[in-house]
């Protein structure tokens, strides 16, 4: 099964690298990472945050696909925005690896007395490398005795390194916010074999709110009581078309939240999420469960995330900030 999974990966990867390489990167937790959502989320609390998530997704016969994000963000005052530093690493049936490092800047506005606007990018180094000993041709298998003989191919480039830039817009007030971010604007470059496979330009759409449901405090922040606030996220990537929708609900220390994943026409994945946040520490769990007929081969993803808030003593707290749980 292991000699069959890789055959296909080889195959996949080779001659049909751009269906592999424009493939987009999963990760179930989106608003525990706003900043690879969108780049206009940097400093959009008051108060540093640094955030760490993991990911695991295991398909029989292969390697498990891993995937983990580090970023730090904070507001400045001198810049008038938020300054933003986000790390993410992917590993394909360690077989094909991304890497990515991006700075982020976002420039926050006022534009009425209860209207706000960030609008942000980013700038950062792709790299993706090919672990070329792991993969098995057809023509390395022996029908007769099952040994793996020497791979035949010729060796093509394995490693590369390319510019990257994403930008992006928020709009928001103290019950929603929404945004747009465009990612891969430059269309870096990622073919391994001399033709070239550009990167398709990624669109991203959200939009969400937050409603709450009993006691509140001053300007209506759902502090204390129960709160519901629902999301919708829109990828769009040259023919791949995603919609993300879903809710949390919960109190202010702890909360749940179910998502679906889906095309344009059937769901193909339900996502179920808890999450405990004492104040400074937020951690996070969710589970992907499949609706697809890969059922049987994919045996769901894990993701756990961890964020931690620097919280100051601020005499006078800025208005503008998103009110959004997941954050």
Known sequence: MKIKGLLILSYLLLFHGEIVANAPLHFSQQFAMPMQLNPAFAGTKPFARLSFGYRTQFFP???????AHFSID???ASTM??????VVRDVQANLLQ??????????????????FMNLGLEAAILNKSLNWNNLIFADQFNLLTGEILPINE??????????????????????????????????????????????PLHYKFHVGTTISIGQTTRRNRPDESFFVAPNIIFHLRGVYRMINYGLHAGFKNASAGIWIR?????????????????GNLRISYSYDHSLSSLY????????????????TDNKKPRENIINCRGF
Do not use: C, K
């Not at 016969?61 to 995937?67: K, R, V």
């Not at 991006?102 to 007395?113: E, K, N, W």
């Not at 889906?262 to 004492?278: G, H, V, Y």
């Not at 049987?296 to 919280?311: C, K, M, P, T, Y």
């Open 61 to 67: 016969g292969l390697d498990a696909f891993q995937s």
């Open 74 to 76: 904070n507001y400045t």
């Open 98 to 115: 991304t890497n990515h490092i991006g700075g982020i800047y976002s420039l926050h506005l006022q534009l009425t007395h209860n209207l």
């Open 262 to 278: 889906q095309d344009f026409r059937l769901p193909e994945t339900i996502i179920f999420l808890i999450a405990l946040d004492t």
């Open 81 to 86: 925005g938020g300054l933003g530093l986000q």
């Open 154 to 199: 010729p060796i093509i480039e394995s490693s590369l390194w390319v510019p990257n830039f994403a930008t992006g817009v928020l709009l928001f007030n103290e019950r929603f916010f929404g945004g747009l971010a465009i990612h891969n604007l430059n269309r870096p470059n990622i073919s391994f074999h001399g033709t070239p496979v550009r990167m």
């Open 296 to 311: 049987g081969l994919n045996q769901g993803a894990h993701e756990v995330g961890i964020r931690f808030s620097f919280f």
